[in-house]
């Protein structure tokens, strides 16, 4: 089925270090999405990119799409204790009636 | 205003009674979602509400669950005779139509002992 694949699973950085967390599919999408969960409730919305922008930005955030590829990078720069969070990538495949799909999510820890 | 509101925000049962669980969406979303989330998993989308339109149910997973929208506002998502399985956190979403950025409610953990 249709779902995005996140990389990696789980992600354990200094504070103040970088962290880049991976997102590929398989079918053609309309745009992508990152969101950010807290202790396992509502989540977030991060940043929206479309299928025909390469790279977006949103404070310490970075996004990158490359559609040849069929994936998607989130940067999150000198991060913090507080970017401690699951983060989701989401989907809306072509067709897919504003319906996106969810990855299973990557766990970030940031150490202080 | 207000985000997206869901109550209660945790429900025990007991195996095989129903349970409804609400949502209120942010006012002048006439879209809006259903998932489920088990512990440790993504998302599983259940069902999406959009305007008049027919809600799609595709992601239901047995005739056991169904939802409501009444008014094109206020959702519920009722589960009759619950099963252990059940047990997750259940997270509603709202968004503009033809903005594709959701805002999520907090979430309802369902605990079916």
């Known amino acids: 089925s249709q779902q995005g694949e996140e990389d990696p699973q789980a992600l354990s950085i200094q504070e103040g270090e970088n962290a880049t967390m991976n997102c590929s599919y398989k079918?053609?999408?309309?745009?992508l999405q990152w969101y950010r969960q807290n202790s396992g409730r509502g989540l977030v919305h991060l940043i929206l990119?479309?299928?025909?922008?390469r790279e977006k930005h949103s404070g310490r955030l970075r996004v990158t799409l490359d559609t040849s590829k069929k994936s998607s990078s989130l940067l999150i720069t000198a991060s913090r204790a507080a970017d401690t969070a699951s983060y989701f990538c989401a989907l809306l495949f072509t067709g897919a009636n504003s319906k996106l799909t969810f990855g299973k999510g990557i766990t970030l820890s940031v150490r202080p | 205003g207000a985000g997206v509101s869901q109550s209660p925000s945790n429900k025990v049962t007991e195996k095989g009674k129903d349970v409804e669980l609400r949502c209120d969406p942010i006012?002048?979303?006439?879209?809006l979602y259903w998932y489920r989330q088990s512990l440790g998993q993504g998302l599983e989308f259940l069902i999406y509400?959009?305007?008049?339109?027919?809600?799609?149910k595709s992601g239901l997973p047995s005739d056991r669950f169904s939802a409501e929208r009444t008014g094109g506002s206020v959702s519920t998502l009722t589960i009759q005779r619950t099963q252990q399985e059940d047990s997750a956190v259940y997270l509603c979403?709202?968004?503009?139509?033809?903005?594709?950025?959701?805002?999520f409610g907090p979430g309802t953990r369902l605990t079916v002992l």
């Open positions: 079918t053609s999408i309309n745009n």
């Open positions: 006012s002048g979303h006439t879209a």
């Open positions: 979403a709202s968004s503009l139509p033809a903005v594709l950025l959701q805002y």
């Open positions: 990119i479309r299928s025909n922008e």
């Open positions: 509400f959009q305007g008049n339109s027919a809600p799609d």
